[in-house]
Each structure stands twice: as C-alpha cells, then as structure tokens.
C-alpha cells in the first residue's frame, strides 16, 4: 500500500507574463502523467516599495519613488505517481522563475 504525496509548487517571478506561462507548463505536464491538480492559483501581489533621495545636497524633499512587484503562482498536486516526480525534476523553467516544492505525507 503506497502512501499518496501532496507536492505543492510556489512559484515567485518579477514578471507575470513569464509567471503564467511556466505555471501552465508545469500544469500542463503533471497533467499528462494522470495526476490531479488544482491550480496555478494566483497569491497576493508582494509590492516593495523604496524612496530615494533625488539629490543629497540640494533638493532635501525631492525623492524617486521606486516599487518591485514580486507575482506569485501556487500549484497542488494531491495524487502523485512516480512518474510525476521524475516529471517534475525534469522541468527546465526559463530564467527568472524562483520554484519551491514542498512534499507533504498525506
């Protein structure tokens, strides 16, 4: 009797269009190894924001206003196979993309 494994995949990029389409690869290619998933769902926009003093010596309150916009995906695979790991350790992603698995025993 195997144990059946919950693999989440976060996903983080700066870019969303480049977000979005390595998420539907990943989704697309789990799919195909007759897993089931729920998914890419988006999370909440992380948004740093950073003032800058313009020029130090002259203009004290003139300040460039800077903000990163960190986009993220997340993907749950809930009945896993074999196949599927090897699958999922094959992915090359495009630069860019920051992936993190988590395994969970369920």
């Keep these: 009797m195997s144990q059946e494994k919950k693999i989440r995949i ?6 969303y269009k480049l977000l979005d389409s390595s998420a ?3 989704a697309s290619l789990v799919k195909e190894t007759g ?7 988006p999370l909440p926009v992380e948004i740093m924001r950073r003032d800058l003093l313009a020029s130090p010596h002259v203009n004290k309150k003139a300040r460039d206003q800077l903000e990163v916009r960190v986009h993220k995906r997340v993907i749950v695979i809930t009945s ?18 920051y992936v993190e698995l988590k ?3 369920a």
């Design 103 to 105: 395994v969970d025993d």
């Design 24 to 26: 539907k690869n990943i």
């Design 10 to 15: 976060k996903l983080k990029a700066y870019d």
């Design 35 to 41: 897993c089931t998933l729920s998914g890419p769902l």
């Design 80 to 97: 896993t196979t074999p196949k599927t790991i090897d699958t999922l350790m094959a992915i090359s992603l495009s630069a860019g993309v």
